[in-house]
């Protein structure tokens, strides 16, 4: 399999590798994938209270091209607003780091990892809003 | 002495050729170049001769007499030959139920598949954990119409080596015709087909430092097994594989098996103490499992499971070294590896394996070298999985209930 230089450079120096408070009201989790498939992505971003993200922290079991999707994304949640965040297509992490099609399945992967951080800070937050 | 990088440690997917083979080897492509087949001048007669005397090699090394062995163009072919040929020709009479099992070489599964498109009827055995044939179960597989059983003699992905004697005699017993896939065997355990109740027995050049494109099939004559030829032509082989004879690569064959005859007891000794030195080492990480039997298991295979880590990763993380994934994932498909499936590993294991397979050029230094890239990679890797700081949190992963894709 060859990678690109890209996936290879995430591979060999992943960002933002680590967790956040996940008790932290502000931090969302976002786990995907199961170890059977083969690839589990754990994606955390803190959100402050105008609503961007902070900070994001990853953590990936899985091929070098899930874990570069995964790097990517940590790099590019930051500074953007949750809504932003969400908008986030697998095809432009594809594109960012010339997946083959065959590793498509791990940009969907953090497409996915993305999403459901995102649905994670928004059900803590509503649950704030009720309390 | 230095190491150099990448270092072959990937002798059972294929071996070098010994340099003494390919010297003798050269020859019989330019100057000894003659068709064995051909009976009216000396070319023919020089290029017919080298091909009896590696005959005798191939058959020497194995204990077996020199017109017992049909040369084909590999192990490949011979299984094919053997499974195909035996049960077309023994159908009639016996039935057309075939034994075989889950941990086979695709080359003995997919003939198997192939009679089972046909009409055949098989069993596919499941092997224990440790990746042996439990011969009750085999024994409880045997039907009034099981015509032929085919077991190999040791495993290419764990190496572990059947009870081929017990296995041959329970076939013997019920008059089954027996096949040996022997590619993963030779110059790693004693084959003595005198003794072994094997009817026959697949071998390959290039898993013992031989050239690639050669094998052949040992085809008992006392007493006789009769087989269907696959390729027909010329008649050669005593008809039962035509096709004019690849001179060089049966000089090539023979030589291998000379020096493995000579060499392999004083070799596998040293491979022995390798393999030690590496599973001692690897044994210091934390959560790793040795696939197969250790016990019974040729000296030159050493497959691991490295816990919490995934197989693709892992390859990337030790391009330095040569070696298999038991994950399918570096290949077209996502499958992890059938074998430690069938040994019951979970997907995750199966996924995160490694064949080490250590050989005649392997030297202490390679050894230390893979076992300190191991520990940092995997340490590396652990770092950045989430499966690892679950396990580290005490949380049980087989609990877990994951969002699967």
Redesign the interface.
């Given at each position: 399999?060859a990678?690109s230089d890209k996936v290879l450079d995430h591979?060999e120096n992943?960002r933002n590798?680590g967790?956040l408070d996940k008790n932290d009201p502000n931090v969302g989790t976002g786990?995907?994938?199961?170890?059977?498939?083969?690839?589990?992505?754990?994606l955390m971003i803190k959100v402050n209270d105008a609503g961007i993200i902070e900070d994001a922290k990853f953590?990936?079991?899985?091929?070098?091209s899930?874990?570069a999707s995964s790097s990517l994304v940590t790099e590019w949640l930051k500074g953007r607003t949750i809504e932003e965040a969400y908008a986030i297509k697998n095809s432009e992490i594809a594109e960012e780091l010339a997946l083959p099609p065959?590793k498509i399945?791990c940009s969907?992967?953090a497409e996915?990892a993305i999403k459901?951080a995102v649905a994670d800070i928004k059900a803590k937050q509503a649950n704030k809003e009720a309390a | 002495m230095t190491v150099h990088t990448p270092i072959y440690l990937d002798y059972s997917a294929t071996t070098p050729v010994d340099k003494r083979v390919a010297a003798k080897m050269i020859p019989f492509l330019t100057e000894d170049f003659g068709n064995p087949a051909s009976r009216s001048h000396s070319f023919g007669w020089i290029a017919e001769k080298a091909v009896e005397e590696a005959r005798e090699e191939v058959a020497k090394l194995v204990n077996a007499d020199p017109r017992e062995i049909v040369w084909t163009s590999g192990a490949t072919e011979s299984n094919n030959l053997a499974i195909k040929g035996a049960a077309h020709f023994y159908s009639g009479t016996k039935g057309k139920h075939v034994i075989t099992v889950s941990t086979e070489h695709k080359a003995v599964i997919d003939p198997v598949r192939e009679l089972e498109r046909e009409g055949f009827e098989a069993t596919f055995l499941q092997p224990e954990p440790n990746g042996l044939i439990d011969l009750e179960k085999f024994k409880a597989a045997i039907r009034p119409d099981t015509v032929l059983a085919s077991v190999m003699f040791v495993n290419n992905e764990i190496g572990v080596i059947q009870d081929i004697e017990a296995i041959g005699n329970i076939c013997r017993e019920n008059n089954i015709i027996f096949h040996v896939d022997a590619a993963q065997a030779t110059g790693k355990v004693l084959i003595d087909l005198e003794k072994l109740p094997v009817d026959l027995m697949s071998f390959s050049a290039h898993k013992t430092y031989g050239p690639k494109g050669i094998g052949a099939l040992y085809v008992r004559r006392k007493p006789r097994i009769r087989i269907e030829a696959q390729m027909h032509g010329g008649g050669h082989e005593r008809g039962m594989r035509s096709g004019t004879l690849a001179t060089h690569q049966i000089v090539g064959m023979g030589e291998a098996f000379r020096i493995a005859r000579e060499e392999m007891a004083t070799e596998n000794e040293r491979i022995h103490m390798l393999r030690d030195r590496l599973l001692k080492g690897l044994q210091e990480i934390d959560e790793v499992y040795v696939n197969g039997d250790l016990a019974h298991r040729v000296p030159h295979n050493l497959n691991i499971s490295f816990n919490?880590?995934?197989?693709?990763?892992l390859i990337?993380a030790v391009k330095d070294i040569a070696v298999s994934s038991g994950?399918a994932?570096?290949s077209?498909s996502?499958e992890?590896s059938y074998v430690l499936r069938a040994l019951g590993r979970?997907?995750?294991l199966a996924?995160s394996s490694i064949r080490f397979s250590i050989g005649r050029f392997t030297t202490e230094e390679d050894v230390d070298y893979t076992i300190n890239l191991m520990k940092s990679k995997i340490g590396k890797l652990r770092?950045?999985?989430?499966?690892?700081?679950m396990h580290l949190d005490g949380v049980d992963?087989s609990k877990v209930e994951?969002?699967?894709?």
């Amino acid at each position: 399999m060859a990678y690109s230089d890209k996936v290879l450079d995430h591979y060999e120096n992943p960002r933002n590798v680590g967790s956040l408070d996940k008790n932290d009201p502000n931090v969302g989790t976002g786990m995907v994938g199961a170890p059977a498939c083969g690839d589990v992505m754990k994606l955390m971003i803190k959100v402050n209270d105008a609503g961007i993200i902070e900070d994001a922290k990853f953590k990936t079991y899985g091929c070098g091209s899930a874990i570069a999707s995964s790097s990517l994304v940590t790099e590019w949640l930051k500074g953007r607003t949750i809504e932003e965040a969400y908008a986030i297509k697998n095809s432009e992490i594809a594109e960012e780091l010339a997946l083959p099609p065959v590793k498509i399945h791990c940009s969907v992967l953090a497409e996915d990892a993305i999403k459901a951080a995102v649905a994670d800070i928004k059900a803590k937050q509503a649950n704030k809003e009720a309390a | 002495m230095t190491v150099h990088t990448p270092i072959y440690l990937d002798y059972s997917a294929t071996t070098p050729v010994d340099k003494r083979v390919a010297a003798k080897m050269i020859p019989f492509l330019t100057e000894d170049f003659g068709n064995p087949a051909s009976r009216s001048h000396s070319f023919g007669w020089i290029a017919e001769k080298a091909v009896e005397e590696a005959r005798e090699e191939v058959a020497k090394l194995v204990n077996a007499d020199p017109r017992e062995i049909v040369w084909t163009s590999g192990a490949t072919e011979s299984n094919n030959l053997a499974i195909k040929g035996a049960a077309h020709f023994y159908s009639g009479t016996k039935g057309k139920h075939v034994i075989t099992v889950s941990t086979e070489h695709k080359a003995v599964i997919d003939p198997v598949r192939e009679l089972e498109r046909e009409g055949f009827e098989a069993t596919f055995l499941q092997p224990e954990p440790n990746g042996l044939i439990d011969l009750e179960k085999f024994k409880a597989a045997i039907r009034p119409d099981t015509v032929l059983a085919s077991v190999m003699f040791v495993n290419n992905e764990i190496g572990v080596i059947q009870d081929i004697e017990a296995i041959g005699n329970i076939c013997r017993e019920n008059n089954i015709i027996f096949h040996v896939d022997a590619a993963q065997a030779t110059g790693k355990v004693l084959i003595d087909l005198e003794k072994l109740p094997v009817d026959l027995m697949s071998f390959s050049a290039h898993k013992t430092y031989g050239p690639k494109g050669i094998g052949a099939l040992y085809v008992r004559r006392k007493p006789r097994i009769r087989i269907e030829a696959q390729m027909h032509g010329g008649g050669h082989e005593r008809g039962m594989r035509s096709g004019t004879l690849a001179t060089h690569q049966i000089v090539g064959m023979g030589e291998a098996f000379r020096i493995a005859r000579e060499e392999m007891a004083t070799e596998n000794e040293r491979i022995h103490m390798l393999r030690d030195r590496l599973l001692k080492g690897l044994q210091e990480i934390d959560e790793v499992y040795v696939n197969g039997d250790l016990a019974h298991r040729v000296p030159h295979n050493l497959n691991i499971s490295f816990n919490f880590v995934e197989g693709e990763s892992l390859i990337m993380a030790v391009k330095d070294i040569a070696v298999s994934s038991g994950s399918a994932c570096t290949s077209a498909s996502l499958e992890p590896s059938y074998v430690l499936r069938a040994l019951g590993r979970s997907d995750e294991l199966a996924h995160s394996s490694i064949r080490f397979s250590i050989g005649r050029f392997t030297t202490e230094e390679d050894v230390d070298y893979t076992i300190n890239l191991m520990k940092s990679k995997i340490g590396k890797l652990r770092e950045l999985s989430p499966l690892w700081e679950m396990h580290l949190d005490g949380v049980d992963l087989s609990k877990v209930e994951w969002a699967a894709h």
